[in-house]
């Protein structure tokens, strides 16, 4: 029986279609669990496969169209291998390989057993398994392996895509299409500047922790979710960082609103979905106010995840380049005394920036994942500093204005650095002045030497003066702001001293800089 692909499943396999020969989108872990029967774990993994069938599915081209074909009667696929010695992390690493998402099976299972150690690997591709499913898969396998028995999913994967497709109808899509437009309108899409010297690796990952006891006091307070806190915090360092007022970044909903026997279901439901928070942070605004507003917007986004991202990106010709993402009461699995979990990475980041926020026990755990062939390790440290500062700061602060990004130390020692010689002088004297104090002293003298030519200080003088006359004429005046887009020649010392002698201040631009950020500045 052949089933069509979900819209989200649909934007993986384009993805799969870019980079066929990486492990992008795997999912890989592996377990080392001592005091267990190996052989027991075969059977309980076999028994947990067969209760979720839809791991069985594989991928084929029916008609000009792929789709997913059910397999509910295949034999489970475990392979079994017994180690001498301590396998080391590159060990595990190279067990985990792409798939071949046409035809190949979509899971892999191996049990390694050791005298007193078993470790279990699972390997399996994202288009049909998401973040919940291990949470799932792990409880089952628990209970399969005690001896429990395990029903089938009542309603599968497979029965979902088919709801969704009754659901897709016109005026619905075209409510969502308008509401997207809207969203999008004025937004600016989320991007980071490379590093001058990146790591030289397609993927890499860093992590940092904080605590967890004033950001749960404070979302019980305001009556907001920590989901909401945590894209607020992440929207505030954002905006910052970017000069961005209204940043795109996209994140994630689970997809599992249709109802509780989704909760129980193996499969890929989760929805990338685009996100701008539109409330512009002021100096003034409560953060509690900032926190509740975003929550709103968000729950609208949510409520428009049917639209799927692929149509968004054709419509709107955006490339997004930063995922956000919290994942709050996965347990990751741990369904086993004496447990521990190698952590497995894929060969490739998924985009070039992805953050993602771990409700633990004691703290919120921030993993930035991240392109190491744009991004240097230093750079992404001081990023996740920066994003980790605003969560910390947001529930103690009582403006947003007051969130910071940097700590005590760090804004002590940027302000030391800032801080050259003290050197006395005429502080009646204004740069005007001592400049035309220099023209005096040394009027032939080369005041500037670019790479075609050289003005000396008379000229200078005598160029600018004409220039700050033309500048009055166009009503600059004292308080005024000059924008100078010029290249580094002795013209743009002239259109300076022109400025200040027409009693305004100059602001330089870059023309590097994209064209919006230009007419923001």
């Known amino acids: 029986t052949f089933y069509p692909l979900m819209e989200n499943q649909h934007g993986l396999y384009l993805e799969w279609e870019k980079a066929p020969h990486t492990t992008q989108y795997n999912i890989s872990f592996i377990y080392s669990i001592e005091g267990i029967d190996a052989d027991r774990m075969v059977e309980a993994l076999k028994l947990t496969v067969n209760a979720h069938p839809y791991l069985k ?29 301590e396998p080391d992390h590159v060990y595990f690493q190279k067990r985990v390989l792409p798939f071949h998402l046409l035809g190949d099976q979509l899971y892999r299972l191996e049990v390694l057993k050791m005298p007193h150690k078993t470790y279990l690997f699972f390997d399996v591709h994202h288009i049909i398994f998401d973040g919940l499913s291990i949470e799932i898969f792990m409880r089952d396998l628990r209970r399969a392996y005690d001896g429990h028995d395990l029903s089938t999913e009542s309603f599968q994967a497979f029965d979902y895509v088919l709801y969704e497709q009754r ?31 990146p790591d030289g690796v397609a993927n890499a990952s860093i992590k940092q922790s904080i605590p967890k006891q004033e950001i749960d006091a404070f979302c019980s307070n305001c009556q907001v979710t920590a989901n909401s806190y945590m894209h607020a915090a992440f929207a505030t360092a954002m905006q910052r960082i970017s000069r961005d007022q209204e940043p795109l970044y996209l994140t994630v909903d689970n ?39 975003t929550q709103q917007l968000l729950q609208e986004s949510y409520n428009m995840d049917y639209y799927p991202l692929t149509a968004i990106v054709e419509r709107h010709q955006i490339h997004p380049e930063v995922m956000f993402a919290y994942q709050g009461g996965l347990q990751e699995g741990r369904s086993f005394d004496q447990m521990e979990q190698v952590a497995l990475e894929p060969d490739k980041a998924k985009f070039p920036l992805s953050f993602v926020v771990n409700d633990e026990e004691d703290a919120y755990t921030f993993i930035l994942e991240y392109d190491g062939l744009r991004y240097d390790r230093q750079q992404m440290q001081l990023l996740l500093s920066a994003v980790c500062m605003a969560a910390r700061h947001l529930a103690v602060a009582e403006t947003v204005g007051q969130v910071k990004l940097v700590s005590k130390e760090e804004e002590l020692s940027l302000l030391t650095l800032g801080t050259g ?63 100078i887009m010029l290249p580094r020649t002795k013209e743009f010392l002239v259109v300076v001293i022109a400025t200040f002698k027409a009693g305004g201040a100059y602001v330089p631009l870059d023309s590097d800089i994209p064209e919006e950020r230009l007419h923001f500045m």
């Not at 599915?57 to 010695?85: A, I, T």
């Not at 996100?275 to 926190?291: G, I, K, P, Q, R």
């Open 57 to 85: 599915s594989k991928l084929m081209v029916e008609n000009g169209e792929v789709v997913l074909q059910r397999n509910n009667q295949d034999p489970v696929d475990v392979k079994v291998c017994k180690l001498n010695e």
């Open 167 to 197: 659901q897709q109808d016109n005026e619905r899509m075209k409510k969502a299409e308008k509401w997207m437009d809207m969203l999008l309108a004025d937004a600016q899409v989320l991007s980071y500047p490379n590093s001058s010297k």
């Open 255 to 293: 997809g599992r609103e249709a109802g509780a026997e989704l909760m129980q279901c193996i499969g890929m439901f989760v929805r990338t979905l685009p996100f701008v928070n539109t409330c512009h942070e002021t100096s003034d605004l409560s953060t509690t106010a900032y926190v509740q507003e």
């Open 421 to 483: 010689l003290s050197l006395d002088y005429n502080r009646s004297q204004t740069f005007v002045s001592l400049f035309k104090k220099q023209v005096t002293q040394a009027p032939d003298a080369f005041a500037v030497i670019d790479a075609q030519s050289s003005i000396t200080y008379q000229e200078l003088d005598r160029q600018s003066d004409i220039l700050a006359v033309r500048l009055k004429e166009l009503g600059v005046s004292d308080g005024s702001f000059v924008s």
